[in-house]
């Protein structure tokens, strides 16, 4: 019997960890990586689903959110890098350009 | 031991294969320094080493004493985890490689249980094989960052930005190999190429199939050279750039171990090279009668080899020599004779024996490549990479694909 | 207890150690080891779950590229350890409940849907059905993301510029 259901019950936990790593961290690239940790929490539920039901849809679908993942990383990244050099600080409580 | 092997079959057999591979390896790559030293010194017209042993043959074994009581300096800031992690993982991410490569084509049979020859055979072991690579970047970016110095981080930086530059061409090199084997099993790759062209040529990738592959060899040997951090595009660890790179500050053992990935590096590349574009175990010469003498090449060489380790140690400088140099011929002469008495042996032998030649010659390569190429500048090193290998390889793909699609019309 | 039970519960103990360690180490950098962590162990579980093709590309693609961009940003822009935050405390108190009150919602959907049906066999070469999938039915997606791809590196190398 392959374990979908504990991998399934995983998966909530990860991206629950992912949602406290990003409201409770400051630094900016730790939040794009509690991001990451999201995405991948819903990685490991298409898989299983895939593997539940026997089509391989959603491993086509993982395939795609890794690619698009890479993309929003690299332009995210790029983001980064031009708030950290106009504001010297990567903290989030610093980016409050907003605020009123 | 049979009763163990008998209760956990798959495991105990694994371990033990595990167990001996890493004892070849780990041998083969002291024996590897050994040998890149003496070549490099010959193409430089000196001896190399000739001290220590006979034929400095116990040279490895002085340089992994030294390594290991040499004293052992941390650079002060530097962070203490990541700093220790990075040699680790370069060291163990290149081992692990040994795990999916073929050596032979018979079973063995160990305590009683039948086994392939090769510790496993992945469905996907060339795609695994590429993730470890892609994963042995983190060694060296990590002790570039974590040496807290400006040396290594930059040496580090420029070495792992050359690292995943040159993974790109090399994994589209071997794209137009995988179309014309259907698979990514390592052995399987080497089963398609069996057969032969009008009796007598083999069909190895390098020269079979709709388009031969001889692009795709030459951008896969170029990247892995590059991918290797190997001459000649060794700039950001060579000793005369940034003082020595990304592994500037580390001492001993750490550094050995660093050593030892580049050449377990270096020898996971030759094996993938004769795995994918020559032919892997399948001999160069038919299996058709009248080439049936050709089965005692290994005997040949190894007679060969050991009369000549035997009359010239009779005649070597130190005592030592003396006694040492005409045993091991002795050694090798007395294997050759057994292959020819035992010829399941010999039948067994063979595929190993054409495998490590074709690995060897490989390693020959790349220590000639180091002791003749200059180095390139890491400009043109880059533009290499990007501009020459990449479309390269594309086109590579570009055309078996469109032949093989013509082919099977 | 089979070896495949033994094998996920590594794995998961693995993945659950690196979620964790990401949320509380304060050097980005170990985040960034502590995520790495956390998907190759994720790869094992998709071997696991005989999802091969999809291991090896979040291998090479995931921890190998991606991780390695995350790596290089924290190095090129020397991050160092975290500051306090000046979050209240009531936001703490309230919020660590609340996730996880998501995620038991979350397992609960999700488990209650993976048993709508039986657990049906996969097709025997996946990787080859995987491909034919890819390159026939979802082949307009496919072109898409290379075009999104080349967008995203235009995107990237103008916005990271050095200041004219």
């Known amino acids: ?100 | 031991m049979n009763a163990i092997v008998a209760e956990f079959p798959l495991l105990a057999v694994t371990l033990i294969k595990i167990v001996v591979l890493l004892f070849v390896v780990l041998t083969t790559l002291a024996y590897l320094t050994w040998f890149e030293r003496k070549v490099v010194a010959h193409i430089q017209t000196r001896w190399g080493p000739y001290r220590v042993g006979p034929h400095g043959l116990l040279q490895p074994l002085a340089d992994g004493l030294k390594f290991l009581f040499k004293e052992d300096p941390a650079p002060a800031g530097a962070e203490r985890f990541v700093y220790y992690l990075a040699p680790f993982l370069a060291m163990t991410l290149a081992l692990t490689t040994f795990a999916v490569i073929p050596f032979g084509p018979q079973d063995i049979r160990i305590f009683g249980q039948r086994t392939p020859l090769g510790i496993t055979d992945l469905n996907i072991g060339l795609l695994i094989l590429f993730a470890i690579t892609s994963l042995g970047v983190y060694g060296v970016a990590l002790a570039g960052w974590s040496s807290n110095s400006k040396y290594p981080l930059l040496g580090g930086l420029r070495s792992s930005a050359q690292m995943f530059s040159y993974e790109l061409a090399l994994t589209l090199s071997v794209v137009g190999v995988l179309l014309m084997a259907g698979s990514f099993s390592l052995r399987e790759i080497i089963q398609a190429q069996q057969g032969r062209f009008w009796g007598v040529l083999p069909r190895w990738n390098i020269i079979a199939g709709p388009f031969p592959q001889i692009i795709g060899f030459f951008c896969y040997f170029v990247a892995a050279v590059a991918e290797t951090n190997r001459a000649p595009f060794d700039l950001p660890e060579a000793e005369s750039e940034l003082v020595a790179g990304f592994h500037t500050e580390y001492a001993s053992f750490k550094f050995a171990m660093f050593f030892m990935g580049e050449y377990a590096n270096m020898i996971t590349v030759s094996c993938l090279a004769t795995i994918m574009f020559f032919g892997g175990w399948i001999s160069p010469f038919p299996p058709a009668h009248a080439w049936a003498w050709t089965a005692f090449l290994p005997t040949a060489l190894f007679a060969g080899l050991g009369l000549y380790l035997f009359f010239d140690g009779l005649r070597y400088e130190t005592l030592l020599g003396r006694i040492v140099l005409p045993l091991l011929g002795a050694a090798l002469c007395s294997l050759a004779v057994f292959f020819v008495l035992h010829p399941g042996a010999n039948a067994f032998v063979q595929g190993p024996f054409w495998f490590l030649l074709k690995v060897f010659l490989f390693l020959f390569l790349y220590v000639w490549a180091r002791g003749t190429l200059p180095r390139l500048r890491y400009d043109q090193l880059m533009a290499i990479g990007w501009k020459l290998l990449l479309p390269l390889s594309l086109a590579n793909v570009l055309l078996t694909s469109l032949l093989l699609a013509w082919r099977q019309k | 207890m089979t070896v495949q039970n033994i094998l996920f519960f590594v794995f998961a103990a693995l993945v659950v150690a690196g979620a964790v360690s990401l949320i509380l180490q304060r050097h980005p950098i170990h985040c960034a080891l502590s995520l790495i962590v956390v998907m190759v162990s994720l790869a094992g579980l998709y071997l696991l779950l005989g999802a091969e093709f999809v291991a090896a590309v979040q291998i090479i693609v995931y921890a190998g590229a991606i991780m390695v961009l995350f790596v290089f940003v924290i190095m090129l822009l020397n991050a160092g350890e975290e500051e306090r935050t000046n979050l209240s405390r009531l936001a703490h108190a309230a919020g660590v409940p609340l996730a996880l009150a998501l995620t038991a919602v979350l397992g609960v959907i999700l488990t209650k849907a993976a048993r709508l049906g039986g657990v049906k066999p996969l097709p025997p070469t996946p990787t080859h059905t995987l491909a034919m999938f890819l390159f026939r039915d979802y082949v307009f997606p496919f072109e898409l993301t290379s075009f999104l791809i080349l967008v995203a590196i235009l995107g990237a190398v103008v916005l990271a510029q050095r200041e004219r």
């Open chain 1, 1 to 100: 019997m392959p374990l979908t259901s504990e991998c399934l019950i995983l998966s909530a936990i990860l991206f629950g960890l992912g949602v406290v790593a990003f409201v409770f961290k400051r630094n900016l690239i730790t939040i794009f990586m509690a991001i990451e940790l999201m995405l991948n929490a819903v990685n490991l539920a298409f898989v299983a689903f895939s593997r539940v039901w026997g089509k391989m849809d959603g491993q086509v679908f993982v395939f795609f959110v890794i690619v698009v993942a890479a993309a929003e990383a690299a332009v995210g990244l790029a983001i980064i890098i031009l708030i950290a050099r106009n504001r010297q600080s990567l903290n989030v409580e610093r980016v409050d350009f907003l605020k009123l």
